[in-house]
């Protein structure tokens, strides 16, 4: 079974710190994406990886930054929290196929909720 | 006007009912997934469609290209089926659109 796992379920930082949130996957899959869930807007991607230190800015990237140093580990950083960032964050990992295809099969972790007061 | 929609919004059914819900889209796509996401934030990912039907278990779900219309089906409901179910899909430009999901509650 695919594993995605994230660092923390629950998490409250102050505002103005920075905040480093970790995803790591075991099923050696190439794309991996940190999301937002917030009531009333559904998922809203932030940023996405295809590769190793490859990075592409998603819908709602302002704000945060990315870090992917090795194929497993997705890291989403706000380098200074602010109350408005206040939410559930979603990492999830697909793989790409023969012919750089995606699968489009998107496994998601456990989700981190992150309170900024 | 959002490029996915699911209706309805929220959905109280006893348990045993046949379950409907619906995803409409209004862009070209490669794939349509269902997710369920439980209370406490986990998602599990259901279905992926590109055309036809899929049934796994007590779940069906078909998707119409031409329509532009997906439907998720629960067939002989159990509470343990409460949960938000989201349809996504991934667009000809590889963006991935998220509808804002349906909640299940199923009485027992």
């Known amino acids: 079974d695919v594993k995605v796992t994230q660092s923390s379920r629950y998490l409250v930082k102050r505002t103005g710190e920075k905040v480093f949130l970790e995803c790591v996957q075991d099923?050696?899959?190439?794309?991996m994406f940190w999301y937002r869930q917030d009531p009333g807007l559904g998922l809203r991607l932030i940023y996405f990886?295809?590769?190793?230190?490859?990075?592409e800015k998603g819908d709602i990237p302002e704000g945060y930054s990315v870090s992917r140093e090795k194929k497993e580990r997705f890291s989403l950083i706000l380098e200074s929290a602010s109350t408005n960032q206040t939410s559930m964050y979603l990492c999830?990992?697909?793989?790409?196929?023969?012919?750089?295809?995606?699968?489009?099969?998107?496994?998601f972790g456990p989700g981190t909720r992150l309170t900024v007061l | 006007k959002n490029e996915v929609e699911q209706s309805p919004q929220n959905l109280t059914a006893q348990e045993g009912e046949f379950i409907t819900i619906n995803c409409s889209y209004s862009?070209?796509?490669?794939?349509l997934h269902w997710l369920q996401q439980h209370p406490g934030g986990g998602i599990v990912s259901l279905f992926m469609?590109?055309?036809g039907k899929k049934k796994h278990g007590r779940l069906i779900a078909t998707i119409n290209i031409q329509e532009k219309h997906s439907s998720l089906h629960i067939t002989a409901s159990h509470p343990r089926d409460s949960a938000v179910y989201i349809c996504?899909?991934?667009?000809?430009?590889?963006?991935?659109?998220f509808g804002k999901g349906t909640r299940l509650h199923i009485l027992p």
């Open positions: 999830a990992s697909s793989f790409i196929g023969r012919g750089g295809v995606s699968t489009d099969t998107q496994y």
């Open positions: 099923m050696d899959h190439e794309n």
């Open positions: 990886s295809y590769d190793v230190k490859m990075k």
């Open positions: 862009v070209g796509i490669s794939a």
């Open positions: 469609l590109s055309s």
């Open positions: 996504a899909v991934r667009s000809w430009d590889d963006k991935i659109i």
